[in-house]
């Protein structure tokens, strides 16, 4: 066996023995009348109760602090059986008390208590102490993971692989450290505020922390060379006007120069490189740029790659910035106008008055708009820019100032800006209204569903509609996702005449969006009068029928001379005197005579009649319309007139009450609702699957449907 892997033999060892001493840990309450009966042994089961404690007695309302105690007692078990899982090497186990629901549950608990008792400190620090023991249990498997990997690297020969591994292991290493640390700060204050004597636990965790820090010390000697880096300047203050001249050496601690290395000159966030030349010497002028105004170290660094066999080394030399650097924005190119969603852009350079030898990159900029931030960029090396954001609404149609400026101002150059003019262009909106009037008892309410867009046919969501009667404003309602709106509203009192006019208004006030409204008049019907909701009532049949037409004339996109031909049509023939000829043309007459069955089945037929003749005409919306109409005439019940109902309130209901299909129901209510309420509408073929899915739904095969 080689040298080298005999000293591996040893360090390897070392770190394996980490897992093996990383708990073996008691959460053992401190002697005293409350906490000394538990020693947190692994055996003890999850929801054990110490023996001086009775569980009936310490869950009595008013004994919070005894409460408090118990389950302090329960978590520092659970904190134990962690550890003690650990120190046999069995990380799965080790994470089971901690990551299992009842730690969680038993914390739950426990901060309800503080909270009333004044420790809510106490019961984050639970949840904080339980993170770190399990980061310390991940930690502790990476290193031996990575330990396994270290030694095969280098029974294989691969110095240049052990050297990446080791700079790994020394970093989880470092991790490892910091976690102990931090570890055994919580327990020292969990054991202050519960007299719980966590000292075995933290006797283990050092003794963790100490094997951990003799492990690397062993990587380092085998692996590494120490570095040694001296640095000197030529004054205290720097300015971009002033620069710094840094220069020193890098060596091995035996004085040896370390060649064509990279060392980074930094002042906080800001930083340059140099290399260091055959005789491990560097030097370079540094001149401020992204650094603060308020850093007062700069650091000079050697940071090695993986494979190097060096050690990193730093060293900090105390300045201060006395000025800040002139700068300037020139644009050569920005948008000229632009609407609503289209781009704005922006080209150019930041400028500095100092001469820099380094890279201009990373300058932080802004463009904005009237003071609304549109996009960010950053400089490339020569400090060119190119910034592009969209329009937003907020910004007033007119002319406004287009701002282009460094983004912060306590760096070591300073902010400046530049401006140019651009033409916000408004842009026109449409809006749609389908308003439906329903009584019930004594009040009336309107139920308004549209849709806003803008001219070219994009949602607007987000954005307010008024609805109004005349000069009465009923309330106002946000669009949604897809630009849709839909409220319903209690009518006022007094309204008089056979029909009301609607308006849906949206205002665009403060938006370079245009105002628009819409408005439909539609049939006022008397108080106390159930007509249901769209495409529903079923008062009498004439009355249904007409409401099935007036709903059609409101959608959009209806060829109105055919709906008024095919009213006269389904009039003629939802009379029983037609057959024998005689021939009824008004509404009211068209089911008079017909019992209540009889006048639901007549606008039903009325209904599937308009659906196929409709499809049959090239109107697939308005097919599905009157199809779902006699879906509403040949399912709603009587007892549900009384109350207004949406399409999916109705589904709902009939979901809840019926035995129907309600997947082919569903189907029907949602193809109504695009073709009430979408901007795009059915297809024709899509049309034709519902009427199908309805005369199978209400048993009526019809007559087919046309495609």
Known sequence: MSARRRRYSALA????????????????????PESSATNGTANETANATPPHQNPEVISEAGDDQRVASHLATQLGSRLNLSAAALSEGEYAEGRLPLEAEEYAVLLERYSAVAADIGAEETADRFNLTREQQLQLTDSIEELEITGQEYQNAVDNGSDEKARQLARELLTTAEELNQTTTELNEQYDAL?????????????SISVVQQTVQRAAAGVIDREFTE?????????TTVAASDPLRVSGQLTRVDGAPIRNAWVSVSLGEDSITTRTTETGQFETTYRPLLASTSARNLTVAYTPTGSEPYLPVTETVAVSITEQAATSVELENTTQAAAFTEPVQATGQVMIAAEYNRSLAGIPIVLTLDQQRIATAETNASGRITLSGSMPETIPAGDANLQVSIDRRELAIERSMATAPITVRSTPTDLSIDPTVTSTNETRNVTVGGQLRTADGDPLSDRSIRVAIGETTLGTVETNASGGYQATYELPAGLRGSDITVTATFEGTGTNLEASAAQQRVPLPSAGVGVGRVLAGV???????MSVIVVLLASRGVDREWITQTWARVTDSTDPAADSGTTTTTASSATTGLSDNGQIEAVTQASLHSAREALAAGHPNVAVQSAYAAVRSRLQSSDSLSTPQTHWEFYRQLHADHEINTAQLAQVTEAYETATYSADGLSSDAAAETLSAVEELIGDPGTGSTR
Do not use: M
């Open 227 to 235: 570095t040694n880096i001296t640095v000197e300047t030529n004054q």
């Open 13 to 32: 060892a070392a770190i394996i023995l980490v897992s093996v001493i990383a708990g073996g840990v008691g959460a053992t309450p401190a002697p005293g």
């Open 539 to 545: 008062v009498g049949g004439g009355l249904l029928v």
């Open 191 to 203: 054991e202050t505020e519960t007299e719980i004597d966590f000292n075995a636990t933290q006797e």
